[in-house]
C-alpha cells in the first residue's frame, strides 16, 4: 500500500526548534489526509496537526501558534516545523495518510526535548 518514511526527530533544549519530514511512497491512488500523531510513553496516541490536500489545517490546541504543518502534494511530502518546544512536546510522532486505498501509519521518529 502506502509506505511512509519519517525523518528530522532528535534532542533539543527547551524553546528550541526542530522540523520534522514524511514521504509517502508506493501504491499511491490519491492522498486526501496528510498528519502527524504523537504517543508518550503510558499515554494513547493524539492527534498533533493535519492537512487536507487543499490547504485546510487543523492543529491540536496544544501546539497551536508553535506547529506548522506543510506539505508538497507533488513529492507526497508533509512537514512539520515545530518551535518553542517544552518538555511535554516529548514523543513518538507517526505520520499518517488517509488515502483512497485506506490509512497508513510511518514508523515513528523520537522527539526529545530536555535540558
Known amino acids: 500500500q502506502v509506505h511512509l518514511v519519517e525523518s528530522g526527530g532528535g534532542l533539543v533544549q527547551p524553546g528550541g526548534s526542530l522540523r520534522l519530514s514524511c514521504v509517502a511512497s508506493g501504491t499511491i491512488f490519491s492522498i486526501d489526509v496528510m498528519g502527524w500523531y504523537r504517543q508518550a510513553p503510558g499515554k494513547q496516541r493524539d492527534l498533533v496537526a493535519r492537512?487536507?490536500?487543499?490547504?485546510?489545517?487543523i492543529y491540536a490546541d496544544s501546539v497551536k501558534g508553535r506547529f506548522t504543518i506543510s506539505r508538497d502534494n507533488a513529492k507526497n511530502t508533509v512537514f512539520l516545523q515545530m518551535n518553542s518546544l517544552k518538555p511535554e512536546d516529548t514523543a513518538v510522532y507517526y505520520c499518517?495518510?488517509?488515502?483512497?486505498?485506506?490509512?497508513?501509519w510511518g514508523q515513528g521518529t523520537q522527539v526529545t526535548v530536555s535540558s
Open positions: 499518517y495518510t488517509s488515502s483512497t486505498a485506506g490509512i497508513s
Open positions: 492537512i487536507f490536500r487543499g490547504g485546510t489545517r
